[in-house]
């Protein structure tokens, strides 16, 4: 004999069985691309303070770029492919973080530094994917563009060092500013977002004709990127705005 489903009292309607609770999700799990904006934004701006120092400082930044790379797998840890690629290339990475976080870059490090570019565009390429799918934005999807952006100042950055590694005379810095005369890694932060934001940099000046050409690029790239976000958020904003309108 099939069993009846119960029913409510003082009425003739059956009512099911109460669907199990779904699982509970940690607050961070929809925040990825937030948290990993938060760790690119301290990285840059406690590198001056402590990037150049020893000791314990020097550690701490250390881990903090160490920390970063986590952070970014777990921000792009979508699929368990992804997971496996990010975690293949973020070795060489986070063994750079050893020497690239120190004032110079070495010629022992150059390839490391290689290696982290490759992961820095293959994080950016999933982001972009990502971030650019969805039809509505979100504040998640907001904060992953704005990911990109420093993302790509960064990974600019690393080019710079393999350009000035490769070749010692690409940059040239003004003695009546710098206190040092080799480009340090600050220098090649500064001078990467100073030409994507095309807000020009002082004090350092590309010399050899290949960090000029990347110089123009990544300012093109940048004010490019810029335009593509901003024209994307006010296409969605006037979507929703002409759907509020006509309901």
């Known amino acids: 004999m099939r069993d009846e489903p119960p029913t409510t009292p003082g009425s003739g309607i059956a009512t099911s069985a109460p669907a199990p609770a779904a699982r509970r999700s940690l607050p961070v799990t929809g925040h990825k691309f937030f948290i990993l904006f938060l760790f690119l934004l301290a990285e840059l701006i406690l590198f001056p303070y402590l990037g150049n120092s020893q000791g314990t400082r020097y550690y701490f930044v250390r881990a903090l770029g160490i920390i970063v790379s986590l952070i970014t797998i777990y921000a792009i840890?979508?699929?368990?492919?992804?997971?496996?690629?990010?975690?293949?290339?973020?070795?060489?990475?986070?063994v750079e973080h050893s020497a690239f976080l120190r004032a110079r870059i070495g010629s022992v490090s150059t390839v490391n530094v290689i290696l982290s570019f490759v992961f820095d565009v293959f994080v950016?390429?999933?982001?972009?994917?990502?971030?650019?799918?969805?039809?509505?934005?979100?504040?998640?999807?907001?904060?992953?563009?704005?990911?990109?952006y420093l993302l790509t100042g960064f990974t600019f950055a690393r080019l710079y060092a393999i350009l000035a590694a490769v070749q010692p005379h690409a940059f040239y810095l003004d003695p009546t500013i710098n206190q040092h005369s080799t480009p340090a890694v600050?220098?090649?932060?500064?001078?990467?977002?100073?030409s994507m934001t095309t807000a020009g940099v002082s004090g350092i000046a590309a010399v050899s004709p290949q960090v000029r050409s990347l110089s123009i690029i990544e300012s093109i790239l940048g004010v490019l990127y810029l335009a593509v976000m901003i024209s994307r958020l006010m296409g969605a904003y006037r979507t929703d705005h002409a759907g509020a309108g006509n309901s």
């Open 77 to 94: 840890s979508f699929r368990r492919s992804i997971i496996l690629i990010a975690m293949f290339l973020a070795i060489p990475t986070m």
């Open 124 to 148: 950016i390429v999933i982001i972009f994917r990502r971030v650019y799918a969805r039809d509505n934005p979100t504040a998640e999807t907001i904060f992953g563009a704005v990911c990109i």
């Open 186 to 194: 600050f220098d090649f932060i500064y001078f990467s977002f100073g």
